[in-house]
C-alpha cells in the first residue's frame, strides 16, 4: 500500500484531519475549476474534437501547434500535480499504488504527446490527457466532501465544549472568562440551557442534565449537590455551580475524542486485507496495460496512440483509490457512531473480533445489578395492611437512619407517615411512633429472641432466604405485620440485554463473589445460561480461560477495577459503568454508562461495521472485473471504447460509492433503553 494512501488513511481517522480535509477540497476545487478553464481551448484546438464538431480549418493560425502545448503543459503540470508528487512518494517508498498508475498513465500521454509536437510521426493526446486530469480532480473534490461528511460526526464531539464560564471570584462575584482559563478547584455557574464548561461537581442548586451527545443517554440525567457533571453536556431548568475537577486533557470528552482518534488510525485486520488487495491491484493493472498496448500493437496492428489510449484507460480504470478508502471511511465512521454513544474503543482489533463473540461473561455487582440494596418483596402478614402502608411505615421510620437496609427502604415508597421518638435497636434495626403507633423494623434475630412465631409464614420467608436475600419484620404495636426482602437490584435492562444475546446465538454467563443463592437467583431472574459464584477476584480469569478452553471466543463485561484480570484476559475486555473514568487500561472498549444492552450495542456495531466493510471492499475490488476488460477494449468491434476520461469517471464514481456508502453505517446504538 502507498505510503500516500496511508497517509491518506491516517488523516482520514485523525480529529485534525478535518481542517486537512476542508483544505484538500479548497484544493482540489481551484485545481479543478482552473484546470476545466484551461482544457476549453485544447479542446479547441484539437484536430479530432474540430472534426467532431465539424469545424475543420476554422481555428488555423501560426505555431498552433505550440499554443496547444503550452495549454496542455499547464493543464499536466498544476492540474496533474498531486498525481505526479504521488508518483513520486509511492516509488520512492517502494510501495506503488493508486497515485502510481494516474502519474505514469498522465506522463506518458503527456511525454508522447510533447515528443509528436516536437517533430515525431504521430497523434497527439492532450485532449484526452486535460480531460482526464479534469475529471480525476473532480473525483478526488466530491471525494473529499465524501470524507469530511464521513468525519464529522466526530468533529461534533470538539465542538460541544462552550468557549466561556461563569466563574465564581472569592468576593462570590461572576466573571466570564474563557474555558481554558479554569482550573481545578474553580467553582463556576451554569444557567438553564448552558453548556457546562467543565468536569465537575455540583455544589449548589438541583437540575437535569443532557448528556446524550456524550453518554448516548436519551433522557435528562437528574444531578443534585455531590453529584458529578460532564463538561459539554447541555444544563436544563436549574441553575448550578459546579466545581470544576477535570480541565483540558484529563476532561471526559478530551480522553473520550483522543481514543476515538486513535481507534480510527489503528490498523485493523481487514484493512491489512484491503492493503494487499490494492498492491495486487496495483500490479495487476501495470501488467495488463502492458499487455493492452502490446496486444493492440502486434496483435491488431492497430496505431500506436489507439494502444496508447487503451492502456492508459486500463490503468486509470483500475486505480485502487476506492480500496485505499474502503476501510478507514468505516472506521472513521463507527467509531464516531460508538462515541456519541458512550461506547469508547481503545482496541480496534478486539472490536472488530467482537463479532465473532461467542460467550458474554457479565460481572454481577454493578453490572447486571445496580450495586444498591433495595427491596424485592413485599409480606403483609395481616388483613388490615396493605403492602404500601407497610412500606410506608418501614419507611417513615427508616428515614432518620443511614444503615443501607434503612436507604433500601426509604427508597421504595415516597410516602410517609408523621414519626417520632426515633431510637436505634443496635445490631437489631429501629423504631419510632408513626401516627401514634409503635412501629419496629428489625432483623430476624430479634424477632427470635422476642420468642415471636412465624410459622405460618415460614415458607415464603426460607424461600426468600434460599435466594440469599436479606429479610427485615415490621412490628406495630408489638404485633408482626409483615416482612420486607432486600437484594442487590436487578437492573431493569439486564432481562433484555440477555433475551437479546440469547437471540444473536451468544452464550450468557454470571462470575461473581457472591454466595451461589444470589448469583442462582440472579441469573433465574434475567435468564443467564451459566453461573460461576463464590469466585475470588484473583480467580476471575482463571473462570475466565476454562471457558475459553471450550473453544469459545469470550467477552467480559465488568467494572474496570476489580475484573481489571478478567478483563485483560478475555478476548474483548468491556468495563461498564465508566462514567467519567475513561483511562480504563485493562478494557478493550469503555461503555460510559452502567447499562448492559450496551455491549449487545458493542456486538450489533461491530457486526454491522464488519458488512460494510466487506461491501465496501467487494465493490472497490469486484468492479474491476467489468471495468478492465472494457477499458482494455474487448467490445471495440461491437462499438463500446472506453476513453481515459470516461475510465477515469467509473473510477471516481466507484471511489465516491465506497464513501457514501460508509456514511451509511447507523447502528441505532441509542435506541438501547
Known amino acids: 500500500m502507498s505510503e500516500h494512501r496511508n497517509r491518506e488513511s491516517e488523516e482520514h481517522g485523525n480529529h485534525d484531519g478535518g481542517n486537512h480535509h476542508a483544505k484538500m477540497v479548497q484544493e482540489f476545487r481551484r485545481r479543478f475549476w482552473i484546470s476545466l478553464i484551461l482544457t476549453i481551448p485544447i479542446l479547441a484546438l484539437s484536430p479530432l474534437i474540430q472534426g467532431f ?73 492532450f485532449w484526452e490527457l ?18 469530511m461528511g464521513a468525519s464529522r460526526a466526530l468533529e461534533e464531539l470538539a465542538e460541544l465544549m462552550p468557549t466561556e464560564a461563569h466563574r465564581l471570584t472569592e468576593s462570590g462575584d461572576l466573571e466570564d472568562v474563557p474555558i481554558e482559563d479554569l482550573r481545578q478547584g474553580n467553582r463556576v455557574v451554569v444557567k438553564p440551557g448552558e453548556k457546562i464548561p467543565a468536569d465537575g461537581k455540583v455544589t449548589e442548586g438541583e437540575t437535569s442534565v443532557n448528556e446524550s451527545m456524550l453518554t448516548g443517554e436519551s433522557k435528562p440525567v437528574p444531578k443534585e449537590e ?29 480522553q473520550a475524542i483522543s481514543l476515538v482518534e486513535e481507534a480510527q488510525q489503528s490498523k485493523s485486520k481487514t484493512q491489512s486485507l484491503a492493503d494487499q488487495a490494492a498492491m495486487w491491484l496495483t500490479i495487476i493493472s501495470l501488467t495488463v496495460g502492458t499487455g493492452t498496448l502490446l496486444g493492440w500493437l502486434f496483435g491488431s496492428q492497430r496505431d500506436f496512440v489507439f494502444a496508447l489510449e487503451r492502456s492508459v484507460t486500463v490503468m486509470v480504470i483500475t486505480c485502487p483509490h476506492a480500496l485505499g478508502l474502503a476501510i478507514p471511511l468505516v472506521v472513521a465512521v463507527s467509531t464516531a457512531i460508538s462515541a456519541r454513544s458512550g461506547l469508547l474503543i481503545r482496541n480496534r482489533t478486539a472490536f472488530e473480533r467482537a463479532r465473532n463473540i461467542d460467550a458474554l461473561v457479565f460481572d454481577k455487582t454493578g453490572t447486571l445489578t445496580k450495586g444498591e440494596f433495595g427491596v424485592t418483596d413485599t409480606l403483609v402478614f395481616a388483613d388490615d395492611l396493605e403492602e404500601e402502608e ?26 410517609r407517615y408523621e414519626m417520632e421518638d ?11 411512633r408513626v401516627s401514634g403507633r409503635g412501629v419496629k423494623v428489625v432483623s430476624p434475630g430479634y424477632v427470635r429472641e422476642q420468642g415471636i412465631s412465624i410459622d405460618e409464614k415460614n415458607e415464603q420467608i426460607e424461600a426468600l432466604s434460599s435466594q440469599g436475600k436479606t429479610i427485615v419484620y415490621v412490628l406495630i404495636d408489638d404485633e408482626l405485620k409483615g416482612a420486607i426482602a432486600l437484594a442487590d437490584i436487578i437492573r431493569p435492562e439486564s432481562s433484555k440485554a440477555i433475551a437479546r444475546l440469547k437471540e444473536m446465538g451468544v452464550q450468557t454467563m454470571m462470575l461473581t463473589g457472591d454466595n451461589r443463592d444470589v448469583a442462582e437467583w440472579v441469573a433465574d431472574e434475567i435468564g443467564l445460561d451459566e453461573v460461576f459464584a ?28 476489580n475484573d481489571a484480570p478478567a478483563l485483560a484476559t478475555a478476548d474483548v475486555g468491556m468495563a461498564i459503568g465508566a462514567g467519567t473514568d475513561v483511562a480504563v487500561e485493562t478494557a478493550d472498549i469503555i461503555l460510559v454508562r452502567s447499562n448492559p444492552l450496551d455491549a449487545v450495542a458493542i456486538f450489533d456495531l461491530s457486526r454491522a461495521t464488519y458488512r460494510k466493510m466487506i461491501q465496501n471492499l467487494a465493490w472497490a475490488t469486484g468492479y474491476n472485473v467489468f471495468a478492465i476488460p472494457l477499458a482494455a477494449g474487448v467490445l471495440y468491434n461491437y462499438g463500446i471504447l472506453l476513453s481515459p476520461a470516461v475510465g477515469a469517471l467509473v473510477m ?17 446504538v441509542g435506541e438501547t433503553d
Open 53 to 125: 464538431l465539424g469545424l475543420e480549418g476554422v481555428i488555423e493560425f501560426p505555431g498552433q501547434r505550440f499554443v496547444h502545448f503550452a495549454f496542455s503543459t499547464l493543464v499536466f503540470f498544476y492540474g496533474g500535480w498531486p498525481f505526479l508528487s504521488g508518483l513520486y512518494d509511492e516509488i520512492t517508498s517502494g510501495q506503488p499504488g493508486m497515485m502510481t498508475l494516474i502519474g505514469f498513465a498522465i506522463s506518458v500521454a503527456y511525454g508522447y504527446s510533447s515528443l509528436v509536437v516536437f517533430g515525431l510521426s504521430g497523434r497527439v493526446f
Open 130 to 147: 486535460a480531460t482526464l486530469i479534469d475529471v480525476m480532480l473532480l473525483g478526488h473534490w466530491i471525494e473529499m466532501r465524501s470524507v
Open 226 to 254: 455531590g453529584q458529578e457533571v460532564i463538561g459539554g453536556s447541555i444544563n436544563g431548568e436549574g441553575s448550578i455551580t459546579v466545581e470544576v475537577q477535570k480541565t483540558g486533557d484529563d476532561s471526559y470528552l478530551a
Open 390 to 415: 407497610l412500606l410506608a411505615y418501614a419507611a417513615s421510620v427508616e428515614s432518620r437512619s443511614e444503615h443501607p437496609i434503612a436507604a433500601g427502604i426509604t427508597e421504595a415508597t415516597d410516602k
Open 422 to 432: 426515633f431510637q436505634s435497636i443496635p445490631g437489631k434495626g429501629a423504631e419510632a
Open 534 to 561: 463464590e469466585v475470588l477476584p484473583d480467580e476471575k480469569a482463571d473462570k475466565i480461560k476454562e471457558v475459553q478452553s471450550r473453544g469459545l471466543v469470550v467477552a467480559m463485561t465488568g467494572d474496570g477495577v
Open 652 to 668: 471516481s464514481l466507484s471511489t465516491v460509492i465506497v464513501a457514501v456508502n460508509a456514511r451509511f453505517l447507523n447502528v441505532d
